[in-house]
């Protein structure tokens, strides 16, 4: 995933767009999202930036949030886990901010995992898997 978010990186620096590794700057990255769709690319293009600003947004996170990359086997889907054993879905939170809007906010995903607070008036939810319930339960 590293390489990839170097990819998108790079890539989208030719059209133009500063992403780099400062955290300041993970506001641009809803912006990018909202030109993107203004654009109404098709499915397999949508697919690739899903990729690419996924890896972009988990790579930040891992940076500078001290998390790790993971992969959730069930799901079939790169995931990035905090050292409390919380896991956050990059590309999923990329494919719902593209299809279903600034609800989905990125900065705000990524806030959260820097800072471990829900932003203001954000509807953010914090799923843990079933293996941390049991974990909190045998040590409760």
């Known amino acids: 995933m590293r390489w990839l978010a170097e990819v998108f990186v790079e890539e989208t620096r030719k059209d133009g767009y500063s992403f780099d590794w400062d955290p300041a700057l993970i506001h ?17 293009v949508k697919h690739s930036v899903i990729m690419g600003v996924g890896a972009y947004l ?4 891992v940076r500078h949030a001290g998390w790790s990359w993971s992969y959730d086997r069930k799901g079939s889907e790169a995931t990035v886990t905090s050292p409390d ?10 494919a719902k901010r593209i ?17 471990g607070e829900a932003p203001h008036g954000s509807t953010a939810r914090v799923y843990k ?3 941390w319930k049991r974990r909190l339960r045998d040590q409760g």
């Open 129 to 131: 898997p079933s293996w």
């Open 58 to 61: 988990g790579e930040m996170i």
């Open 85 to 94: 054993g919380l896991v956050g879905y990059p590309h999923s939170k990329v």
């Open 99 to 115: 299809e279903f809007g600034p609800e989905h906010n990125l900065e705000a995903f990524f806030t959260y995992a820097i800072t």
């Open 28 to 44: 641009h990255l809803d912006n990018y999202l909202l030109e993107f769709v203004a654009s109404d690319p098709p499915s397999d």
